[in-house]
């Protein structure tokens, strides 16, 4: 599955971005979770959010609950993550990922960079002041 992230950009606080990650090529995105991690200057990668391959549960960080949606459209083979009221510190690169579903009772996978086995080249996100 390869994966191309956009929509990102420079922001104010306070305002909106929405990102997309399209899947291309042969694809199993739609039995696939995905998930938006991002990585700011100096600092490992971190955990934005996932959604199951259904749609049907979506998991945040604390840091951007309420704030971020993840969502998906298996028609179009793309996830999204709408980003209000941003703040300076979601300023990141933000990579896209998928995983192939797992069909059982465990969500742990879903917060892990390295569970992830198909990643996006990542969109630059710029919040300033």
């Known amino acids: 599955v390869q994966l191309q992230a956009f929509g990102g950009g420079l922001a104010q606080a306070g305002d909106s971005l929405r990102l997309s990650c399209a899947a291309a090529g042969r694809t199993f995105f739609d039995s696939c979770d995905m998930a938006w991690f991002r990585q700011a200057p100096g600092t490992d990668r971190e955990f934005v959010a996932a959604?199951?391959?259904?749609?049907?549960?979506?998991y945040y960080a604390n840091s951007v609950k309420g704030r971020f949606t993840i969502s998906r459209d298996n028609a179009k083979n793309t996830v999204y993550l709408q980003m209000n009221s941003l703040k300076l510190e979601d300023t990141a690169v933000y990579y896209c990922?998928?995983?192939?579903?797992?069909?059982?009772?465990?969500?742990?996978?879903?917060?892990?960079?390295?569970?992830?086995?198909?990643w996006g080249q990542g969109t630059q996100v710029t919040v300033s002041s």
């Open positions: 959604i199951r391959w259904d749609g049907s549960n979506s």
């Open positions: 990922a998928g995983v192939p579903a797992r069909f059982d009772s465990s969500t742990t996978y879903l917060y892990r960079d390295y569970e992830y086995s198909y």
